[in-house]
């Protein structure tokens, strides 16, 4: 399938569209020394990552229009302090005049997380977003406590890279986030790229606790399953939560057309229920609350 089939597509779902819950826009300086970064790819993970959607803004939202995508959102993600609270008013802004994009914001353990994380809810931030591997922390910093607890409360909710791949950091893997949803079981914690790799580890927190999702993102294409296969065994848990699977992407920043993403899901062979859950239904719950 290519990028001018996905319409046809979701139409044969009966879907109005798609929601995607794992997309990237960032100010042009920070996307750039991302994209600089997967030029370097080779060196970091050892396989080459060319960006797919390596275009100005507005070209990238026109390319999510024509794709179908009606509800996205614009994550963005701290590598250092005193960072997220612009980010934040960025995402905001940038939420406010691009049609269908919902309010995003993310947040770092140093002091004023907790004011600047509830200034976003009260301004109507709706999906936060944290990568423990790029901001090499531990999620149960305890400048995060109360962070993980207004987000539970306000049954917002966040996705979180803390699965190892595609390269393992110091605080990486199920430990130290299941260890953040012992303490916050209310969290509505989506788990970014099925948890890979420790998918089975990842699957096992969505099924223990009532709020905790996994985003498609990347996961089961081919592209990644060079890297890291999504186990067959476990294509039968992933069907039973078919309520708490949502899609996500990584545009713009994948190494394949974004059609590739949704053909790999219905390549799992799970029923097209269960493809309209996660393509739309779920999505749409997550970011409309």
């Not at 609270?85 to 691009?98: E, G, H, K, V």
């Not at 996705?159 to 595609?166: A, D, E, F, L, M």
């Not at 950091?169 to 260890?179: A, F, I, L, Q, Y």
């Amino acid at each position: 399938m290519r990028d001018d089939e996905v319409p046809a597509w979701w139409r044969r779902l009966g879907l109005d569209g798609l929601v995607d819950v794992h997309v990237h826009f960032l100010p042009d300086q920070v996307m750039n020394a991302v994209w600089a970064y997967f030029d370097q790819a080779e060196q970091h993970y050892g396989v080459a990552w060319p960006v797919q959607y390596r275009t100005p803004a507005l070209e990238r939202v026109e390319t999510l229009q024509r794709l179908g995508v009606r509800r996205f959102s614009a994550l963005v993600y701290p590598h250092k302090p005193d960072m997220a609270a612009w980010l934040n008013s960025w995402a905001r802004d940038f939420a406010a005049r691009t049609p269908g994009c919902v309010a995003s914001g993310t947040f770092y353990p140093e002091p004023g997380a907790a004011s600047y994380v509830k200034e976003a809810l009260e301004l109507g931030t709706r999906i936060f977003k944290v990568h423990v591997q790029v901001g090499d922390y531990d999620p149960r910093d305890e400048e995060l406590d109360a962070v993980w607890g207004q987000l539970a409360e306000a049954g917002v909710p966040v996705v979180v890279h803390c699965g190892s791949g595609p390269i393992p950091g110091r605080h990486t893997g199920p430990g130290p986030m299941g260890d953040v949803l012992a303490k916050h079981p209310r969290l509505t914690a989506v788990i970014a790229h099925l948890g890979m790799p420790e998918y089975a580890e990842h699957l096992t927190l969505a099924e223990t606790y009532p709020n905790v999702h996994l985003d498609t993102t990347m996961a089961l294409t081919p592209f990644t399953e060079s890297l890291a296969p999504y186990p067959r065994e476990l294509r039968p848990r992933m069907a039973a939560l078919q309520d708490k699977v949502v899609l996500g992407s990584d545009f713009p920043n994948i190494p394949y057309e974004y059609a590739v993403q949704l053909e790999a899901l219905e390549r799992l062979d799970l029923g097209d229920d269960w493809l309209r859950a996660v393509c739309w239904e779920n999505g749409l719950r997550l970011l409309d609350g």
